[in-house]
Protein backbone atom coordinates (compact mmCIF):
# COMPACT_ATOMS: atom_id res chain seq x y z
CA UNK A 1 0.00 0.00 0.00
CA UNK A 2 1.64 3.49 -0.73
CA UNK A 3 0.51 5.13 2.25
CA UNK A 4 2.87 2.19 4.37
CA UNK A 5 5.87 2.04 1.86
CA UNK A 6 8.39 4.33 4.16
CA UNK A 7 6.92 2.61 7.20
CA UNK A 8 10.06 0.60 7.83
CA UNK A 9 12.33 3.45 7.99
CA UNK A 10 10.29 5.52 9.81
CA UNK A 11 9.35 3.26 12.81
CA UNK A 12 12.94 2.44 13.22
CA UNK A 13 13.73 6.28 13.31
CA UNK A 14 10.84 6.84 16.14
CA UNK A 15 11.45 3.37 18.31
CA UNK A 16 14.78 5.50 19.33
CA UNK A 17 13.93 8.01 22.20
CA UNK A 18 17.22 9.53 22.85
CA UNK A 19 15.85 13.08 23.05
CA UNK A 20 16.46 14.19 19.27
CA UNK A 21 14.50 14.79 16.44
CA UNK A 22 13.31 11.37 14.71
CA UNK A 23 12.36 13.29 11.35
CA UNK A 24 16.06 14.78 11.51
CA UNK A 25 17.12 11.09 11.61
CA UNK A 26 15.30 10.15 8.70
CA UNK A 27 16.58 13.74 7.24
CA UNK A 28 20.15 13.15 7.55
CA UNK A 29 19.77 9.39 6.54
CA UNK A 30 17.90 10.64 3.13
CA UNK A 31 20.46 13.01 2.33
CA UNK A 32 23.58 10.70 3.29
CA UNK A 33 21.54 8.28 0.65
CA UNK A 34 21.66 10.84 -2.03
CA UNK A 35 24.89 12.20 -1.54
CA UNK A 36 25.92 8.35 -2.23
CA UNK A 37 23.46 8.12 -4.93
CA UNK A 38 24.64 10.86 -6.93
CA UNK A 39 27.89 10.11 -7.01
CA UNK A 40 27.77 6.19 -7.74
CA UNK A 41 24.40 4.77 -9.03
CA UNK A 42 22.63 7.55 -10.29
CA UNK A 43 26.00 8.66 -12.72
CA UNK A 44 24.74 5.55 -15.37
CA UNK A 45 21.56 6.96 -14.82
CA UNK A 46 20.24 9.54 -17.67
CA UNK A 47 17.46 10.89 -16.43
CA UNK A 48 19.20 11.67 -12.89
CA UNK A 49 22.16 13.06 -15.24
CA UNK A 50 19.25 15.28 -16.81
CA UNK A 51 18.00 16.35 -13.55
CA UNK A 52 21.61 16.66 -12.12
CA UNK A 53 22.46 18.71 -14.84
CA UNK A 54 19.60 21.47 -14.47
CA UNK A 55 19.45 21.62 -11.49
CA UNK A 56 23.06 21.40 -10.03
CA UNK A 57 24.17 21.37 -5.99
CA UNK A 58 23.38 23.93 -3.29
CA UNK A 59 26.65 24.98 -1.54
CA UNK A 60 25.59 23.27 1.59
CA UNK A 61 24.86 19.80 -1.09
CA UNK A 62 28.04 20.70 -2.98
CA UNK A 63 30.49 20.82 -0.14
CA UNK A 64 29.07 17.35 1.39
CA UNK A 65 29.37 15.97 -2.57
CA UNK A 66 33.34 17.22 -2.42
CA UNK A 67 33.94 16.00 1.36
CA UNK A 68 32.92 12.77 -0.38
CA UNK A 69 36.45 13.00 -2.16
CA UNK A 70 34.99 11.22 -5.17
CA UNK A 71 36.49 13.57 -7.51
CA UNK A 72 36.26 12.08 -10.77
CA UNK A 73 32.39 11.05 -10.48
CA UNK A 74 31.95 14.41 -9.21
CA UNK A 75 33.76 16.37 -12.37
CA UNK A 76 31.61 14.60 -14.57
CA UNK A 77 28.65 15.86 -12.96
CA UNK A 78 29.85 19.00 -13.29
CA UNK A 79 31.29 19.14 -16.65
CA UNK A 80 27.48 18.43 -17.78
CA UNK A 81 26.10 20.79 -15.13
CA UNK A 82 27.96 23.54 -17.09
CA UNK A 83 26.80 22.68 -20.52
CA UNK A 84 23.68 22.86 -19.28
CA UNK A 85 24.50 26.39 -17.80
CA UNK A 86 26.24 27.62 -20.73
CA UNK A 87 22.92 27.09 -22.75
CA UNK A 88 20.50 28.04 -20.53
CA UNK A 89 19.99 31.52 -19.28
CA UNK A 90 17.45 30.90 -17.32
CA UNK A 91 19.08 28.18 -15.57
CA UNK A 92 21.99 30.46 -15.12
CA UNK A 93 20.65 33.40 -13.54
CA UNK A 94 18.22 30.95 -10.78
CA UNK A 95 20.94 29.60 -8.63
CA UNK A 96 18.36 27.88 -6.00
CA UNK A 97 18.17 24.85 -7.11
CA UNK A 98 19.51 21.30 -6.58
CA UNK A 99 19.33 18.02 -7.24
CA UNK A 100 19.85 16.94 -3.60
CA UNK A 101 17.47 19.31 -2.06
CA UNK A 102 14.49 18.34 -4.42
CA UNK A 103 15.01 14.86 -4.19
CA UNK A 104 15.27 14.68 -0.19
CA UNK A 105 12.20 16.89 -0.34
CA UNK A 106 10.56 15.13 -2.47
CA UNK A 107 10.85 11.63 0.18
CA UNK A 108 10.52 13.59 3.25
CA UNK A 109 7.47 14.74 1.97
CA UNK A 110 6.26 11.05 0.96
CA UNK A 111 7.06 10.18 4.84
CA UNK A 112 5.11 12.76 5.93
CA UNK A 113 2.07 11.56 4.44
CA UNK A 114 3.07 7.97 5.84
CA UNK A 115 3.85 9.36 9.40
CA UNK A 116 -0.10 11.12 9.31
CA UNK A 117 -1.07 7.69 8.00
CA UNK A 118 1.07 5.65 11.06
CA UNK A 119 -0.03 7.92 13.65
CA UNK A 120 -4.21 7.90 12.26
CA UNK A 121 -4.12 3.71 11.94
CA UNK A 122 -1.28 2.53 13.91
CA UNK A 123 -1.49 2.23 17.53
CA UNK A 124 1.46 0.65 17.80
CA UNK A 125 3.25 3.77 16.16
CA UNK A 126 0.90 6.12 18.04
CA UNK A 127 2.77 5.18 20.77
CA UNK A 128 6.47 5.56 19.73
CA UNK A 129 4.96 9.03 18.33
CA UNK A 130 3.79 9.86 22.12
CA UNK A 131 7.25 8.86 23.38
CA UNK A 132 8.93 11.83 21.15
CA UNK A 133 9.91 14.39 23.27
CA UNK A 134 11.12 16.53 20.95
CA UNK A 135 10.90 17.74 16.82
CA UNK A 136 12.63 20.20 15.61
CA UNK A 137 10.96 23.12 14.36
CA UNK A 138 11.08 23.09 10.51
CA UNK A 139 9.81 19.07 10.88
CA UNK A 140 7.10 20.93 13.33
CA UNK A 141 5.92 23.26 11.14
CA UNK A 142 6.10 20.55 7.86
CA UNK A 143 4.34 18.06 9.71
CA UNK A 144 1.32 20.69 10.82
CA UNK A 145 1.21 21.21 6.93
CA UNK A 146 0.65 18.12 5.98
CA UNK A 147 -1.51 17.40 8.66
CA UNK A 148 -3.88 20.45 7.47
CA UNK A 149 -3.32 19.02 3.87
CA UNK A 150 -4.08 15.18 4.29
CA UNK A 151 -5.85 14.83 7.61
CA UNK A 152 -9.87 14.86 8.35
CA UNK A 153 -11.16 18.25 9.75
CA UNK A 154 -11.72 15.52 12.70
CA UNK A 155 -8.36 13.84 13.20
CA UNK A 156 -6.31 17.31 12.41
CA UNK A 157 -6.97 19.07 15.55
CA UNK A 158 -5.49 16.35 17.63
CA UNK A 159 -2.44 15.74 16.17
CA UNK A 160 -1.87 19.61 15.99
CA UNK A 161 -2.58 19.97 19.78
CA UNK A 162 0.39 16.87 20.44
CA UNK A 163 2.54 18.52 18.14
CA UNK A 164 2.14 22.25 20.14
CA UNK A 165 2.37 20.04 23.37
CA UNK A 166 5.57 18.73 22.11
CA UNK A 167 6.97 22.28 21.29
CA UNK A 168 5.03 23.78 24.38
CA UNK A 169 7.37 21.56 26.35
CA UNK A 170 10.50 21.54 24.45
CA UNK A 171 10.23 25.48 24.68
CA UNK A 172 9.95 25.90 28.17
CA UNK A 173 12.86 23.15 29.25
CA UNK A 174 15.26 25.43 26.40
CA UNK A 175 13.96 28.51 28.29
CA UNK A 176 15.16 27.41 30.92
CA UNK A 177 18.61 26.37 29.94
CA UNK A 178 19.06 29.35 28.37
CA UNK A 179 18.20 31.19 31.23
CA UNK A 180 20.56 29.20 33.86
CA UNK A 181 23.65 29.12 30.83
CA UNK A 182 22.69 33.07 30.68
CA UNK A 183 23.05 33.24 34.42
CA UNK A 184 26.20 31.33 34.67
CA UNK A 185 28.11 34.78 33.23
CA UNK A 186 26.71 36.13 36.63
CA UNK A 187 29.85 36.60 38.88
CA UNK A 188 27.72 35.90 41.43
CA UNK A 189 27.15 32.23 40.09
CA UNK A 190 30.71 31.76 38.88
CA UNK A 191 32.16 27.75 39.30
CA UNK A 192 28.49 26.74 39.41
CA UNK A 193 28.44 22.81 37.49
CA UNK A 194 26.55 23.78 34.73
CA UNK A 195 25.80 19.82 33.45
CA UNK A 196 23.41 19.00 30.70
CA UNK A 197 22.93 23.37 30.17
CA UNK A 198 26.37 23.54 28.84
CA UNK A 199 24.58 22.49 25.73
CA UNK A 200 21.57 25.70 25.77
CA UNK A 201 22.79 27.08 22.60
CA UNK A 202 23.53 24.21 20.67
CA UNK A 203 20.02 22.78 22.08
CA UNK A 204 18.04 25.67 20.45
CA UNK A 205 19.85 25.72 17.53
CA UNK A 206 19.22 22.24 16.88
CA UNK A 207 15.12 23.07 17.57
CA UNK A 208 15.17 26.33 15.36
CA UNK A 209 17.64 24.51 12.33
CA UNK A 210 16.74 20.93 12.42
CA UNK A 211 18.44 18.44 10.52
CA UNK A 212 21.16 20.87 8.79
ZN1 LIG B 1 13.72 17.71 12.70
ZN1 LIG C 1 20.88 21.24 -1.67
Known amino acids: MKETIYSIPINESFEITDGQCPVCRLHRRLTED ?9 MMEPDVRQRTNALGFCPEHLAALMQKQKRLPLALLLETHFKALTESEKRLFD ?12 FLKAYYGNILYLWRGEESFRRKWNAQTF ?10 AAARDELSKKEAP ?4 SLREKSIASLSRMTESLE ?7 HRFAGEDLGEHKQAVQNAAAFLCGAK
Not at 135 to 144: D, G, K, Q
Not at 158 to 161: E, H, K, S
Request: net charge neutral; aromatic share 12%; hydrophobic share 50%.
Open 34 to 42: TLEYVLGAA
Open 95 to 106: ASTCYVCDRVGG
Open 180 to 186: IFIRSFD
Open 135 to 144: LCRPHTAALA
Open 158 to 161: AFLA
